[in-house]
């Protein structure tokens, strides 16, 4: 009777936390650009002619609306009878029904998962909600948009993405708006503001290695590989990339300290920190090993505190220094970049 009752008892709280999880991600997607693209291809695959209520039907979505909104925001031209060119072309129509396969997987994603990767690495408080744009257009990348007023997340559709590396990326960009609504801490925040501005483009810089914090969030755990949804290939670039931790560590705390003695100006900064992005750049790699250092030195939570208040530079020194008997050959980051962190944490 006692197992029984048991049992109940942690049934009855796994429902309810599954519930509250679910409260907190609110994640649609929204296909109907790609779908008035197709159907368009397909009449013209077929010799059946194209109307203005088809071209409406395209121009009408909401996809097309903030796709359009996004690029005019950018300066980037886009105009309606420039995308017709693009949606009549040949080389659209020859990819017509690899674009239809892709989309039809995408649309069997597991919606709720990539939500609850992302949540697995936020704070109580945080909440997830965006609109997933898979999205036809002539440029082949992905982004997030309006993440503060109405978070939308468009994929470019690719037919080389499968549907686990569609969920992965969904998970990974996630937790990006995840994160910005709960952290940085409202202390931390305001501690920022009262510095130099060396001091505060300093942490909005280390706020880089987000990347890697959702590399990991996205894999769902750290000894699972980030990329094990990807090819070989792209497996084998990571740990290529990731065998030069040390080196970019070292250059990324030089980057630092040249921010910190101004030494870097404010447009010099931004000029050589993007440069840190690249495919998948030191934000990323630094950033995830940053985080699973951590993680499996302090456990999760401590993590999730540190990306939120701004200790996560201090935090990680702190678990290389307790690893005594670890891995000696990882380097921390140097004293003056630790005292440019939020008070309490340095």
Known sequence: MLMIRTLSVFLLCSIAAAVQAQSRVQVRLDTDEPEAVLAILAKKQTGAAITDADWKKLFDTEGYRRLKKRELSMQRPMDDAEFQKYVLSPELLA??????????KWKQADMNRPGALALAYLPQNATIKATIYPSIKPRDNSFVFEVDTDPAIFLYLDPAVTREQFENTMA??????????ACPTAESKQWTKQQPEAVQQFNSWAGAFGEGYAMLAAAGGPDIHPKATESLEKRQRWDNDLSNFNRDQKELDEFFRQILSGKLTHDQARDRGYTYF????????????MAVTIEKTFGRDKLIQAECDGSALAVYNAAVAKNKS?????PTWSPEVIHALPAKNQ
Request: net charge negative.
């Open 172 to 181: 990974h960009e996630l937790h990006h708006i995840g994160y910005g609504t």
């Open 95 to 104: 990819r017509a029904t690899e674009l239809r396969q892709t989309l039809d």
């Open 278 to 289: 690249g495919y998948q750049g030191p934000w990323y790699t630094v950033g995830w090993k």
């Open 326 to 330: 670890g891995d000696q050959s990882l």
